[in-house]
């Protein structure tokens, strides 16, 4: 514990000087100054119909001249975009003109919230607190269809995008032979911002997919994720604006679902109502309440194959958690590898055997956003149903957060997390001591500098249960370099064996982990074929604390990477492996098998190649290929996608992987194998009909999910989902099936 907390403050003041030194310094520097776009009231209606032939629309403010991000970031685009932004009291619009090749734009499909770098769209950003942290994000087809997304943590890596956040607004587009054309009003209703606000960051970016060409207003390193805050310009409005009026949403549903489970002789019918309602408490801040909710997924979740010895997480795609999410989510590793809150955990509880299942939440809320320009908040508290006959006590979920804004665009956070039983929790039976509570707190720094330069995390988490003793803690110091096509990141992380976290994910405790990786990207100076090649190094260690810091884990691993001129990728990597196994472990999963034996060392290596088509094009398609040690034996793998769009309706896609483990006798070898076929059918902007098989030989399980939904008004559905699940071991016999029909309405009021 001692080495630990040495490296760990060693590194946390090697991470906080960068931003230290420039705390002060405002989110422009002065050797910058940034693009400025003025957006002008207007009393005259605006038809939105994508023609721009209103006057407002031939003012000399617009945004254009963009830069290239790709195939380089150094030259201006080849087919500019130009952007104009208006306003009233009740709509902020934008118009939007984009130059094209020709007119055969790349749509892949008429769903909402399409796939950003597989269609040509224009995105906007709206940074309405200037905080170089958080944004609004919408983005527009040239067939009309729209997007809108969140951007928290600064955009300087990939978690900090949540594409499943819902908001009302409307975008029309006009296509011609040369360009495309699109107007967007957005409700002022629907986004927060300061009362009297008269400036906000923004930026607009395209994707030109039909001329492989990427551009932004803000010039943005290739090294730097395109979302990337630190990259903003700046819009002025010719009048101040009023308050954010969020109005009072209602959302009820309807459920019915009729479903079996063929270990039972009888099926279930089940029929729901509940909603929610979100209500605006100030400028900043959005209060969301549930009563009975449905949480059924209406997406399924992708199955894989997991060859390692811990849990693998996924995403949360619950509307009622999607609202400022990051001030509850973010918490935790920066690498995304554990977390003291994860969303998905509330709802899921262990039955008497230790399998997850759906535990009904009977209420619940959450407060959350902006205090101020510094100060942000997130409490949240949920109360879910007791389950006797699973042996499942009704427990109270809570969390607490607060953040406060630090220099240019860091911040510093605090948060308590509580899972409390209250008496008997519901059933005649005892609750065990050891499980009336579990609690963790925490303080986190997050750094981001002005520039984008330096980005990481500190933090601290402490966890508490009724008969633990003090060892229940978890660090993190770590930090990124990223500038001039370096990216250098330095990492120490420690959980210790008593950490818990009920309402987190915490796949492995007991662990001191460092790392150390550095890539190098390269410019050919002929890009006719290769745009860019790149290095990386990775240097990673792992020493179990409660065994003396003996070593348990360390992957050598260099990888190089070949990105070409038409969007296609090839990247292969070589990996020298060590694994010490405290406890015996069958990587093949096997039923009955023997397992490898614990209390063992394992070196091997292992090599893998990877390689993309242009995923925009009509026709795309993969391949992988892996082989080498593994364990005590040897792993061979390959993997092959295909994909083909009758755009913009239909798209289908096929993947098959194969994993093959040879150990020696007496332990269990493996042949395993994943398929997964996808439809996705789009008769209009308002109806779509998507069908997903997945096949496991791992999970013996064949499952078969349909869905047809039809939005029918802005923001609310009808779905129709069929599930079907085989068991594919000695019978190949049904395991589940169910067919549910949901309905939902959002209500403005």
């Given at each position: 514990m001692k080495l630990a907390t040495f490296i760990f403050a060693v590194l946390f003041a090697v991470q906080v000087f960068p931003v230290l030194a420039q705390a002060d310094k405002p989110l422009i520097s002065e050797q910058y100054l940034p693009p400025k776009l003025t957006a002008h009231y207007t009393s005259k209606p605006i038809t939105l119909d994508g023609l721009l032939n209103e006057d407002i629309w031939q003012t000399e403010d617009v945004a254009t001249d963009l830069w290239q991000f790709f195939p380089t970031d150094t030259a201006k685009a080849?087919?500019?975009?130009?952007?104009?932004?208006?306003?009233?009291?009740?709509?902020?619009?934008?118009?939007?003109?984009?130059?094209?090749?020709?007119?055969?734009?790349?749509?892949?499909?008429?769903?909402?919230?399409?796939?950003?770098?597989?269609?040509?769209?224009?995105?906007?950003?709206?940074?309405?607190?200037?905080?170089?942290?958080?944004?609004?994000?919408?983005?527009i087809t040239p067939f009309g269809v729209r997007r809108e997304f969140l951007v928290s943590n600064g955009g300087a890596t990939r978690e900090g995008y949540n594409f499943t956040w819902d908001v009302k607004w409307r975008g029309e587009s006009r296509r011609y032979d040369d360009h495309y054309t699109a107007e967007m009003a957005i409700p002022l209703t629907s986004i927060k911002f300061p009362e009297g606000s008269d400036t906000w960051r923004f930026r607009t970016y395209r994707f030109n997919v039909q001329s492989n060409e990427t551009s932004t207003w803000v010039r943005v390193p290739q090294s730097q994720l395109l979302g990337n805050l630190a990259f903003m310009g700046e819009l002025h409005f010719d009048r101040p604006l009023g308050r954010s009026r969020t109005p009072l949403a209602l959302i009820p549903y309807v459920n019915s679902q009729a479903q079996r489970d063929f270990n039972f002789t009888k099926g279930k019918r089940d029929f729901g109502v509940g909603g929610d309602a979100k209500i605006s408490v100030g400028d900043g801040l959005a209060l969301d309440l549930t009563i009975n909710p449905d949480f059924s997924q209406a997406e399924v979740d992708a199955i894989f194959t997991n060859l390692t010895r811990f849990n693998i997480r996924l995403p949360e795609q619950r509307q009622f958690f999607i609202d400022n999410s990051d001030i509850f989510g973010s918490f935790g590793d920066y690498y995304g590898g554990f977390q003291p809150f994860f969303s998905r955990r509330i709802g899921l509880a262990a039955d008497t055997a230790g399998n997850l299942i759906q535990n009904r939440i009977l209420g619940g809320a959450r407060l959350s956003g902006k205090l101020d320009e510094n100060w942000r908040i997130g409490a949240l508290n949920i109360q879910t149903a007791a389950d006797e006959a699973n042996g499942i006590f009704s427990n109270n979920n809570s969390m607490l957060a607060l953040q406060r804004r630090v220099g240019a665009r860091s911040a510093a956070s605090g948060f308590i997390v509580n899972r409390q039983t209250f008496g008997n929790g519901g059933t005649d039976q005892e609750v065990p001591p050891e499980e009336r509570f579990n609690r963790v707190i925490g303080a986190e720094y997050l750094l981001a500098s002005a520039d984008g330069a330096w980005n990481g995390k500190t933090f601290i988490h402490k966890s508490f249960n009724p008969n633990s003793d003090n060892d229940g803690l978890s660090m993190q110091a770590s930090g990124v370099y990223n500038k001039k096509d370096w990216i250098a990141a330095i990492d120490v992380t420690f959980v210790g064996a008593e950490f818990d976290a009920d309402l987190g994910f915490v796949p492995r405790k007991d662990f001191l982990r460092t790392a150390i990786r550095g890539q190098r990207f390269m410019y050919p100076k002929n890009r006719s074929i290769l745009n860019r090649y790149s290095v990386e190094g990775l240097l990673l260690n792992i020493h179990r604390p409660s065994l003396d810091y003996r070593?348990?884990?360390?992957?050598?691993?260099?990888?190089?990477?070949?990105?070409?001129?038409?969007?296609?990728?090839?990247?292969?990597?070589?990996?020298?492996?060590?694994?010490?196994?405290?406890?015996?472990?069958?990587?093949?999963?096997?039923?009955?098998?023997?397992?490898?034996?614990?209390?063992?060392?394992?070196?091997?290596?292992?090599?893998?190649?990877?390689?993309?088509?242009?995923?925009?094009?009509?026709?795309?398609?993969?391949?992988?290929?892996?082989?080498?040690?593994?364990?005590?034996?040897?792993?061979?793998?390959?993997?092959?996608?295909?994909?083909?769009?009758?755009?913009?309706?239909?798209?289908?896609?096929?993947?098959?992987?194969y994993d093959g483990i040879r150990l020696p006798d007496p332990y269990p070898s493996a042949d395993l194998w994943l398929a997964t076929t996808r439809m996705e059918v789009t008769f209009s902007r308002s109806i779509f009909w998507t069908t997903l098989v997945q096949y496991s030989n791992q999970r013996e399980n064949l499952g078969i999910n349909s869905r047809l939904q039809w939005r029918y008004a802005p923001l609310s559905d009808l779905f129709l989902v069929y599930n079907d699940a085989y068991d594919t071991g000695n019978s190949w016999s049904p395991r589940f099936r169910s067919i549910n029909l949901k309905i939902s309405y959002w209500l403005n009021l």
């Open positions: 080849t087919y500019q975009t130009a952007v104009r932004i208006a306003f009233d009291d009740e709509f902020l619009y934008v118009a939007i003109r984009a130059e094209a090749e020709n007119g055969n734009f790349v749509v892949s499909s008429l769903q909402r919230d399409f796939s950003g770098t597989r269609n040509d769209n224009v995105a906007i950003f709206f940074d309405t607190f200037q905080d170089g942290a958080n944004a609004f994000a919408f983005g070593y348990t884990d360390y992957e050598r691993r260099v990888t190089g990477g070949l990105d070409f001129t038409n969007q296609s990728t090839f990247e292969t990597s070589f990996r020298q492996n060590f694994i010490y196994l405290a406890e015996a472990f069958d990587p093949t999963r096997t039923s009955g098998a023997l397992a490898l034996p614990g209390d063992a060392d394992y070196r091997f290596v292992d090599f893998s190649a990877e390689y993309s088509s242009n995923a925009t094009r009509l026709f795309t398609y993969g391949a992988t290929v892996a082989a080498g040690e593994f364990f005590n034996g040897n792993r061979y793998g390959a993997g092959a996608s295909i994909g083909y769009r009758f755009q913009p309706f239909v798209s289908l896609s096929a993947s098959l992987n």
